[in-house]
């Protein structure tokens, strides 16, 4: 897992208390596409968490999706468990409303806030007919936001008082300690929601869950919000295969500057066709486009190398882009990591082209 976790640049539920991937990872081992093996780390140290010796090649290898090497071995940093948790929901009968008190919420300033989730309704609605684990709210919840606070009791109480009264000031309703306890835990601990969907029609049938997930930074959200689920919206127009699950926004740092921004989409796969996967791969290329359109990232923690969404990578990157087919060229001549992945053949391709002009 921690493995994975450095080859996706993984991010991490609290990272606004206790950082991510990037930041909990020290050093590894690497083994490169040669055989050789280093370690990666700031001023190459196995528990230094601060160099400016040479260049910061450990975030040259986070996220390197196989295509670099395997890591092997790395030095974590870990904390202790916290003595106090305080996970409330705050229920909204609309999206605006939410959307502004998590904002506020991210930028109070509080010391153990470890994060915030917006639902939105599309999010709250799939929750409360098709997962099983949720604790259903009223009726009338349009929008949830959800907040985590980690430490000792005699700050989390404090604190938790201070986005008490944010939230309040926001037209918030506490859900209640049963609800947040639970539902929290639930996100918390839970890997996978039951997969099942609807069709257009109501009917309940088998789907898959898949996620596409963004960077945005917090004024782009709401018009994110509608695009992408426009671009839903038409594919279920066009074909029963899809359902909308709605979406989450997760601070992704304790200012509240950007959020890991996600849509959740049911698949019924025994009726995906040659057809239905086209819509699909051209609808993931779609909410990759209103990413970057709205000066986002395609691509907050799982990397934007599946179908679809890897075709712009090189519009995000520029010429960061050719800078990773000279890497990829440089580090792995054979091509036999992972091959393929994030377009990097092309690295070979301008070789070879290169090559022939000589």
């Excluded at 081992?29 to 260049?55: A, N, Q, R």
């Excluded at 038409?234 to 359902?243: C, E, Y």
């Excluded at 969404?309 to 520029?318: A, F, H, R, Y």
Aim: charged letters at 25%.
């Amino acid at each position: 897992m921690v493995g994975g976790r450095i080859g996706t640049s993984g991010w991490s539920l609290i990272g606004s208390r206790y950082g991510h991937t990037r930041d909990l990872v020290l050093s590894f081992d690497h083994v490169l596409p040669t055989g050789e093996v280093m370690h990666v780390g700031d001023g190459i140290g196995h528990k230094v968490s601060k160099s400016s010796s040479g260049y910061q090649l450990k975030h040259l290898f986070m996220g390197h999706q196989g295509t670099l090497g395997i890591a092997t071995e790395a030095t974590l940093k870990l904390y202790p468990k916290p003595e106090a948790e305080l996970s409330p929901f705050w229920a909204f009968d609309n999206y605006d409303d939410a959307y502004r008190c998590v904002g506020a919420l991210a930028r109070a300033g509080v010391a153990t806030f470890a994060g915030a989730v917006l639902f939105d309704e599309w999010k709250v609605a799939y929750l409360r007919r098709d997962d099983e684990a949720y604790i259903p709210q009223p009726g009338d919840v349009r929008a949830l936001v959800c907040a985590v606070m980690y430490g000792y009791e005699d700050e989390v109480r404090p604190a938790g008082k201070r986005l008490f009264r944010i939230a309040k000031e926001h037209g918030a309703r506490y859900l209640g300690d049963e609800i947040s306890e639970g539902d929290w835990a639930a996100r918390h601990d839970r890997y996978a929601t039951p997969l099942h969907g609807r069709t257009k029609d109501g009917q309940v049938v088998p789907m898959s869950w898949h996620c596409e997930d963004a960077a945005i930074s917090y004024t782009h959200l709401p018009s994110v919000t509608r695009a992408w689920h426009e671009i839903v919206a038409d594919l279920r127009r066009k074909t029963d295969v899809f359902d909308d699950w709605g979406m989450f926004a997760y601070t992704s740092a304790d200012t509240g500057v950007d959020y890991l921004t996600e849509i959740d989409v049911g698949i019924w796969e025994q009726q995906l066709d040659d057809r239905a996967w086209e819509l699909w791969v051209r609808a993931k290329r779609d909410i990759a486009a209103v990413a970057l359109a709205h000066h986002g990232s395609i691509s907050a923690c799982h990397g934007s190398c599946r179908d679809g969404e890897v075709d712009l990578v090189p519009d995000e990157l520029g010429r960061g882009f050719d800078v990773m087919l000279d890497i990829k060229r440089a580090l792995d001549p054979h091509n036999i990591m992972n091959p393929g992945k994030y377009h990097l053949d092309r690295a070979y391709e301008q070789a070879h082209e290169k090559g022939g002009r000589g």
